[in-house]
């Protein structure tokens, strides 16, 4: 991962996912050639989110976000896909820290029932 404001804002995005539960487990899965470093992915009874870096973003991506409740509108990317949602963030996005905890927190009840 590049040393700039990606690398920052990952690490930033990771102590909000531990900060929604502690229990969480980081992995990195899915190394090939063309991404070596892998993708970080969390779990806790099943997949949260995956963590990916890109030239102008990191992306979230939960597993199972179309069925989760978003009331803050915190999805902005993948939002018509079946399944899935996930969060674009560019540098100087701004991120609403308590509304993406609850997601994660939802992620985390969802994989639950």
Not at 11 to 40: C, F, Y
């Amino acid at each position: 991962m590049a040393d700039d404001w990606r690398e920052s804002r990952a690490h930033e995005m990771r102590t909000l996912i531990m900060r929604a539960d502690p229990d969480i487990t980081e992995e990195v899965k899915w190394r090939k050639p063309s991404n070596p470093d892998g993708v970080p992915t969390f779990s806790l009874d099943g997949l949260i989110c995956t963590l990916e870096t890109y030239k102008d973003k990191i992306k979230l991506t939960f597993a199972k976000g179309a069925s989760l409740p978003d009331p803050a509108k915190v999805f902005n990317a993948s939002l018509t896909a079946g399944t899935r949602r996930a969060i674009d963030i560019k540098e100087n996005d701004t991120l609403d820290d308590d509304a993406f905890v609850a997601l994660v927190q939802s992620a985390v009840a969802l994989n639950r029932e």
